[in-house]
């Protein structure tokens, strides 16, 4: 309690209490006096609160569900916040940024040409000038810069210079991502590139929970710890689960970052209103068309097939289909083969192996959400120990597999849009020593998702072609 004294009377905390109010008179109803209630450390609203009697203030009073996991926010209870001191706009030394002193903090890492043109840019935008609103006031929300880079860009290289020029001037960093595996993966490689400085990793039930670090990984979920705390917030993924259509999260991600700050979003496949921002010039943005080995993205072919449901119930697989399928088991490649859901898994599974195995042991398994040995499958199919692994969109991200193949089964699925068919054709081709991955779309109708997805990923080999980033002869 002293020390909420001192930090109280240092100016270092806020004391409020869990939940915003507001009133107001609504005309519709002939100016009847109406409150909501929202709460102030997740910013969800009514729709997430319940009322129940308290025995603290001896009444009926709302609490937060929403953000339940991390300690109950009631209308009574006390809500503490620190910030940390805003002293304006990290001060980069020597901050007349010519070319030169920026290309000192990009050297070390060994990107690119496409990567060293996006970290430039990301340079430029957290060293220049921070915004003003129309008033000529200087803007209460961090700044933010999109990087639209390709599945397999190599993206954890390209944010290193953006850490590095942060730390080195004495700010904060934050790494968000959706997944604990890849908080997991991501520490060693930091805490090796930044030996320096202290490294903490936050995630459901992590041990550095109360630890501060001057680089911070963590997940989604445990941004709602912080308030005004980061120089710079990188986020990974913006939009993939949970971010995607979670206003929670959205308010937490805006929430951590100093208002002077910088906000980093990383993204593939950006959300709609995420890309028509950055089409439209209101969100400052990079675009990095070129995987880090130089080679062009693998463009899915079309396959016309039947339905899955009826391949399955005939047991039989089309010609075309069939035909490819072997083509890939024959090369050596490891075949990624997505179904639109989990209840077709195991039937898909058992089609294959009458169809594919013949009197070869190729190994052929299946797995999904459900699967409660999901992270043993996936380590086997890596160690190419099964070879074909029927799966949904749940492996979309994340597993990288050096010579793959990739088969999107009932690719017209409303199931399937746009984003999940980049993500999951973004599976194939992704190392240097197999960079023409296949990508096959097997369907009875060809949908708009389908088409865009295509669009999408040969325009990105456009650009990259126009800029000269393909090795000769691409
Ligand atoms: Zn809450
Ligand atoms: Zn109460």
């Given at each position: 309690m002293s020390y909420l004294q001192l930090?109280?009377?240092?100016?270092?905390?806020?004391?409020?209490?869990?939940?915003?109010?507001?009133?107001?008179?609504?005309?519709?109803?002939?100016?009847?006096?109406?409150?909501?209630?929202?709460?102030?450390?997740?910013?969800?609203?009514?729709?997430?609160?319940?009322?129940?009697?308290?025995?603290?203030?001896?009444?009926?009073?709302?609490?937060?569900?929403?953000?339940?996991?991390?300690?109950?926010?009631?209308?009574?209870?006390?809500?503490?916040?620190?910030?940390?001191?805003?002293?304006?706009?990290?001060?980069?030394?020597?901050?007349?940024?010519?070319?030169?002193?920026?290309?000192?903090?990009?050297?070390?890492?060994?990107?690119?040409?496409?990567?060293?043109?996006?970290?430039?840019?990301?340079?430029?935008?957290?060293?220049?000038?921070?915004g003003k609103d129309r008033h000529g006031l200087l803007a209460k929300e961090p700044r933010k810069f999109l990087i639209w880079a390709v599945t397999g860009a190599g993206k954890t290289e390209m944010i290193f210079p953006f850490v590095h020029i942060t730390v080195a001037n004495g700010g904060r960093v934050l790494i968000a991502t959706p997944r604990k595996d890849v908080v997991l993966e991501l520490q060693p490689r930091i805490s090796r590139a930044f030996s320096d400085y202290s490294v903490v990793t936050l995630y459901g039930g992590s041990e550095q929970r109360w630890e501060q670090g001057q680089i911070t990984i963590a997940t989604t979920h445990q941004l709602m710890r912080f308030n005004e705390a980061f120089d710079l917030v990188i986020i990974d993924e913006i939009d993939a689960f949970p971010y995607h259509n979670n206003p929670m999260l959205a308010y937490a991600a805006a929430k951590v970052c100093k208002r002077s700050g910088v906000n980093i979003l990383l993204s593939a496949t950006p959300p709609k209103g995420v890309r028509q921002a950055a089409e439209r010039g209101h969100l400052p943005h990079v675009r990095v068309p070129v995987r880090f080995h130089k080679n062009p993205l693998p463009v899915p072919e079309l396959i016309a097939a039947p339905s899955l449901n009826k391949s399955i119930n005939t047991r039989a697989l089309p010609n075309s289909l069939f035909a490819k399928l072997v083509a890939s088991v024959e090369r050596g490649a490891q075949l990624f083969v997505f179904v639109p859901n989990i209840r077709l898994v195991e039937p898909t599974v058992d089609l294959l192996r009458v169809k594919l195995q013949g009197g070869n042991m190729l190994c052929i398994e299946g797995t999904s959400s459900k699967d409660p040995d999901r992270t043993e499958r996936v380590h086997r199919f890596r160690n190419r120990d099964i070879r074909v692994l029927v799966t949904t969109t749940i492996l979309e991200r994340g597993v990288t597999v050096p010579k793959s193949d990739v088969f999107i089964l009932d690719a017209d699925s409303k199931l399937f849009d746009e984003a999940a068919l980049v993500q999951m054709a973004g599976r194939a081709g992704r190392s240097k020593d197999d960079p023409a991955g296949m990508v096959y779309f097997a369907a009875k109708e060809i949908t708009r998702s389908q088409k865009e997805a295509i669009r999408q990923i040969e325009k990105m080999n456009r650009i990259a072609r126009k800029r000269g980033y393909f090795e000769r002869g691409k």
């Open positions: 930090a109280h009377l240092n100016r270092d905390i806020k004391l409020e209490n869990g939940l915003n109010i507001k009133e107001y008179r609504e005309w519709r109803r002939g100016y009847q006096k109406r409150t909501i209630y929202s709460c102030k450390r997740c910013g969800s609203g009514e729709e997430s609160l319940y009322w129940s009697a308290c025995h603290f203030c001896g009444q009926e009073c709302p609490y937060c569900e929403a953000c339940l996991t991390m300690g109950r926010v009631r209308f009574c209870s006390l809500l503490l916040s620190g910030g940390t001191a805003d002293n304006g706009r990290l001060m980069v030394e020597d901050a007349r940024q010519s070319f030169g002193h920026l290309e000192n903090y990009i050297k070390p890492w060994g990107l690119s040409e496409a990567q060293t043109r996006a970290s430039l840019e990301g340079l430029q935008f957290i060293t220049g000038e921070r």
